[in-house]
């Protein structure tokens, strides 16, 4: 089995999948392989289970520039979404690339040789194996996989029900039918589930310490799709997916720079959903404002349909303790429940971006907070190396094609040149404490921001939030602008192409 390679992509999800179809398209000379611990490609589309999962983000965006959707729903089933990305590799001749049930487990990187050396393994018990690579490209997300948040909530060693994740969900429909089942939660997992779940349940009802910002759209169908199709399908989706690109930044742009106005539009919007005596602004009416958390996006209004007809409630307080057959609450009341379901969130990477790698660059390790983030996909004095972290205001594969044509742009020109290395390097550059990943105060990130890459106010030491903006600076910009050091092999090296072979 090859071990030599010019290019390693760690992860087989969308963003691997990206990464691979620009490195086929855009570096046809160059040898990559992309390693996924997992047995399936599909990434967080495999990983997930728990009922009703879908994408919370338009398919018009969140499918890739390259492969029009074509299933018809605005919204993916997570089945329709593994249907695409398998579709997406196979279609593109990229299964050949993709080695699976290999985790990567360490990564070191020799200035001397200007080489990363791998360790791999999978699953526990077998050898470790070792992959060479000039250029390493980690495409692994941004939680993590084996650890979701769950906040230490008093009583729940005496809960006589079943308590679940939905990140460790495990499919079976038996686990709520007919039974009384509480959602701890009030994101987009919470708002996806209960829809879902409702008619099967006794009854259902969504627990929130505090409220959220939704808004609904329609589930299938798109005007600029629908009129150009007949004429011309590859036209029609790239209009499609440019007025949703741009829509999507305006929305966003209009939030931030006009808060209070949208907030208003936003619980309008939710009003005109529910009857006349629901209490909104109790239940939706949020502290903060929009797109200080993510905005979620609820298909048809199906979630606030299940709480207009009954078959779903919503209880807005704080939890005293989980007792034996339910929750109690600061208020006194009391919500019985077979089932718990806790949609709390994510917890993201502690080495971010490196997942669960130990990496160390001529033996010193890898520390997160020493770097900065340099252009939405390298990191300063981390030498021969790029990573994906997709938008949060946006779709996720937005910024994964940005990243990967970048990457491989870059790529290209260090093979034109000649060059082995390319190192950010920051000189001067005034670091912004105040800055978070995705420029939210979600709670997952407020939680780690203090261990993650550091940023500047300034492009481009920063993980840009602004698409249309990051099209120009990611694929017009010229390469080389200042602050890349570059560098043409020396004795041991070689330059990138063609794996490592003649060596100098």
């Given at each position: 089995?090859?071990?030599e390679?010019?290019?390693?992509?760690?992860?087989?999800?969308?963003?691997?999948?990206?990464?691979?179809?620009?490195?086929?398209?855009?570096?046809?000379k160059?040898?990559?392989?992309?390693?996924?611990?997992r047995?399936?490609?599909?990434?967080?589309?495999?990983?997930f289970?728990?009922?009703?999962?879908r994408?919370d983000?338009?398919?018009?965006?969140?499918?890739?520039?390259?492969?029009?959707?074509?299933?018809?729903?605005?919204?993916?089933?997570?089945?329709?979404?593994?249907?695409?990305l398998n579709?997406?590799?196979?279609?593109?001749?990229?299964?050949?690339?993709?080695?699976l049930?290999?985790?990567?487990?360490?990564?070191?990187?020799?200035s001397?040789?200007?080489t990363?050396?791998?360790t791999?393994?999978?699953?526990?018990?077998?050898?470790?194996a070792?992959?060479?690579?000039?250029?390493l490209?980690?495409?692994?997300?941004?939680?993590?996989?084996?650890?979701?948040y769950?906040?230490?909530i008093?009583?729940?060693?005496?809960?006589?029900?079943?308590?679940?994740?939905?990140?460790?969900?495990?499919?079976d429909?038996?686990?709520?039918?007919?039974?009384?089942?509480v959602?701890?939660?009030?994101?987009?997992?919470?708002a996806?589930?209960?829809?879902?779940?409702a008619?099967?349940?006794k009854?259902?009802?969504?627990?929130?310490?505090?409220?959220?910002y939704?808004?609904?759209?329609p589930?299938?169908?798109?005007?600029?799709?629908?009129?150009?199709?007949?004429?011309?399908?590859a036209?029609?989706?790239?209009a499609?997916?440019?007025?949703?690109?741009?829509?999507?930044?305006?929305?966003?742009?209009a939030?931030?720079?006009n808060?209070?106005?949208?907030?208003?539009?936003?619980?309008d919007?939710?009003r005109?959903l529910?009857?006349?005596?629901?209490?909104?602004?109790?239940?939706?009416?949020?502290?903060?404002?929009?797109?200080d958390?993510?905005?979620?996006l609820?298909?048809?209004?199906?979630?606030?349909?299940?709480?207009?007809?009954?078959?779903?409630?919503v209880v807005?307080d704080?939890?005293?303790?989980?007792?034996?057959t339910?929750?109690?609450?600061?208020?006194g009341?009391?919500?019985?429940?077979?089932?718990?379901?806790?949609?709390?969130?994510?917890?993201?990477?502690?080495?971010?971006p490196?997942?669960?790698?130990?990496?160390?660059?001529?033996?010193?390790?890898?520390?997160s907070?020493?770097?900065?983030?340099y252009?939405?996909?390298?990191?300063?004095?981390?030498?021969?190396?790029?990573?994906?972290?997709?938008?949060a205001?946006?779709?996720?594969?937005?910024?994964?094609d940005?990243?990967?044509?970048?990457?491989?742009?870059?790529?290209?020109?260090?093979?034109?040149?000649?060059?082995?290395?390319?190192?950010?390097?920051?000189?001067?550059?005034?670091?912004?404490?105040?800055?978070?990943?995705m420029?939210l105060?979600?709670?997952?990130?407020?939680?780690?921001?203090?261990?993650?890459?550091k940023?500047?106010?300034?492009?481009?030491?920063?993980?840009?939030?602004?698409?249309?903006?990051?099209?120009?600076?990611?694929?017009i910009?010229?390469?080389?602008?200042?602050?890349?050091?570059?560098?043409?092999?020396?004795?041991?090296?070689?330059?990138?192409?063609?794996g490592?072979?003649?060596?100098?």
């Amino acid at each position: 089995m090859d071990s030599e390679y010019d290019v390693v992509i760690v992860g087989a999800g969308i963003s691997g999948i990206s990464g691979a179809y620009y490195m086929k398209k855009i570096c046809p000379k160059l040898r990559f392989l992309v390693i996924e611990r997992r047995e399936n490609i599909g990434g967080t589309w495999d990983l997930f289970k728990y009922p009703g999962i879908r994408s919370d983000s338009s398919m018009w965006t969140f499918g890739f520039s390259w492969k029009p959707w074509t299933l018809g729903k605005n919204l993916g089933s997570a089945p329709e979404i593994l249907q695409y990305l398998n579709e997406a590799v196979d279609e593109n001749d990229l299964r050949k690339h993709i080695r699976l049930k290999t985790n990567l487990i360490s990564a070191s990187y020799s200035s001397k040789t200007a080489t990363w050396t791998l360790t791999t393994g999978q699953p526990p018990g077998t050898s470790h194996a070792k992959i060479l690579c000039k250029f390493l490209f980690m495409t692994t997300g941004y939680y993590n996989y084996d650890k979701p948040y769950t906040p230490d909530i008093p009583g729940k060693h005496r809960f006589r029900g079943q308590l679940v994740h939905p990140q460790m969900w495990s499919g079976d429909m038996a686990d709520y039918m007919g039974k009384n089942v509480v959602v701890i939660g009030s994101g987009a997992t919470a708002a996806t589930i209960i829809p879902e779940m409702a008619p099967h349940t006794k009854k259902i009802t969504m627990l929130q310490r505090s409220p959220g910002y939704f808004v609904a759209g329609p589930s299938k169908g798109d005007i600029v799709y629908d009129t150009i199709k007949p004429f011309s399908p590859a036209l029609a989706w790239r209009a499609a997916r440019a007025v949703h690109t741009l829509l999507g930044a305006h929305f966003y742009n209009a939030c931030k720079s006009n808060p209070e106005k949208w907030r208003q539009r936003l619980m309008d919007g939710v009003r005109s959903l529910v009857p006349d005596d629901f209490d909104v602004d109790t239940h939706f009416s949020p502290a903060y404002k929009p797109w200080d958390q993510r905005v979620c996006l609820v298909p048809d209004g199906d979630f606030f349909q299940a709480l207009s007809d009954g078959t779903a409630h919503v209880v807005t307080d704080t939890i005293d303790t989980i007792t034996e057959t339910g929750i109690q609450l600061s208020s006194g009341r009391t919500l019985e429940a077979d089932l718990i379901v806790m949609a709390t969130g994510l917890n993201l990477q502690e080495n971010f971006p490196m997942s669960t790698v130990a990496v160390d660059i001529d033996g010193k390790p890898y520390k997160s907070t020493d770097h900065i983030f340099y252009k939405n996909a390298l990191l300063s004095d981390i030498p021969n190396f790029a990573f994906t972290f997709g938008y949060a205001n946006a779709s996720w594969t937005l910024k994964a094609d940005l990243v990967s044509e970048y990457v491989c742009t870059l790529l290209n020109h260090m093979e034109y040149y000649g060059y082995s290395t390319v190192t950010p390097h920051a000189k001067d550059v005034e670091i912004d404490t105040s800055q978070v990943m995705m420029d939210l105060q979600s709670g997952y990130l407020q939680r780690t921001k203090h261990l993650m890459p550091k940023q500047s106010a300034e492009h481009p030491w920063q993980l840009s939030q602004q698409v249309l903006v990051d099209m120009w600076r990611q694929l017009i910009e010229p390469v080389e602008d200042g602050n890349l050091v570059f560098a043409r092999p020396t004795v041991g090296q070689t330059a990138l192409r063609s794996g490592l072979q003649a060596k100098l």
